[in-house]
């Protein structure tokens, strides 16, 4: 239909612009975001019948609008720097040099068995835990039983489980990066590189207990952008070339996977829908787009220009994240915002018998939240923030060694990815501005300060 056409021909304009005039790839925000919805509405094609999908031009125009507003507000936020970055070409060279000089700085190996330890331990008291909530069983029994009640209610994991689990969950990007980067630069053991895995499964199965698939799923999409990014600093401009190339091939083997596997991994963690898998797969990745519309048709004349519906703090959707940790630190209970709260304004979607979610796009929060000021404020907004994390990222790797670009870098990892998941919720102001980010940004800094401050015993190279 026009419609979706019309959103395709400007999501791909914009991508195939900033190939042209960048030498960044896939691996800049403007492309994460002009990405979003480019699978999503393809995959749309194919449910124009059964979803009965006919947007509202409204619809057509937040996505488009929203697409032009995060493009101008990057190019801007790169152009108004502190500091010059330099070239793509000259930070290839620089990290290639100092890549020679840390030959002789490698992490001990007791600090990869330290933490396997510490992650088995984990492990141990988490499922201890969970157990403890939902009664014995299988593995398998155990896990849908917890993605039920997380479902239902809120869980109170004991704070030190709680931070331990964290710390885990922190991990697994920094044992994915130096796997990648020993990988790509054949360096390291191989016995390195077996802790290394030990210690990034242990870490996976560990952010998967609670019985959802989006750790797994951010796992792979953020070290699928770090091996973009680290094969793109190969000094030799052969190799480096061959390495994207394989970053194209390898991310079109998880796309299939991912679809044929999907429906499994729901029903490993307790979701049932009798669907076939590309049913199934397009509740995630195409249905969001179709809910919007609704919600736009439903909202009729209540959306304004300057004005949405939410009138009040405690209903802001937006900002819920920040609005309840504030209403927790400070004991403002008007600013929390409910669980019976968010199911009513977003309630799951069905037509024809099938299940459409509950998921509206990152652009109906905004709409609630400011009618179509906020679509522009919020979708700038995110677009500075998530240029400057990447301006600081490339800053650092250009001037620093790599254990210096490895937290930077791997903290923009995940912004691409919330950036990315634009059109499935707004995912970005739910999980990257918020407290929660903050601390698996401090947890990351402390590992990384761990693994290469910290020297007891021999040195194993």
Known sequence: MFQLSVIILCSLTVLLLHFFISDDGLLSPRSAYALSFLPATLLLYLYVEKWDVDLELSTVFVIIIGLVVFTISSLVTEKIKIRKISPLNERVEKLFV?????????????????FIIFQLITLYLLYGYIRSIVGGGSFLAVMNKIRQKTVAEYINIPTIISIMRSICLASRFIWMYLLIYITIYKTGSIRTKLLLLVNLAIGIIISMLLGGRGNLVDAVVVGWILYYAISGTIGEKGRRVQERKKCYVYVTIIAVLGLISFQSLGRLVGRNLKYNNLDYFAVYLSAPIKNLDTFIRESGNSILFLEGI???????QTLATVLNYVAIKFGITDLYHTRDLTVALWPDRRIHGYYLGNCYTTYAPYLYDGGWFAVILFTALHAVICQSIYNFALK????????????????????????????????????????????SVIYLIIISWFLYNVNIGERHT
Do not use: C, Q
């Open 98 to 114: 100092n890549r020679k000089e840390e030959k002789k700085k490698e992490i001990e190996t007791w600090k990869y068995i330290f």
């Open 396 to 439: 650092t790797m250009a001037r620093k060694n790599h254990k210096r670009g490895m937290v930077p870098l791997i903290v923009y990892s995940e912004v691409w990815y919330y950036t990315f998941f634009s059109f499935f919720t707004d995912m970005f102001y739910f999980s990257a501005v918020g407290i929660g980010f903050l601390r």
């Open 310 to 316: 939410s009138n009040k703090l405690n209903t802001n």
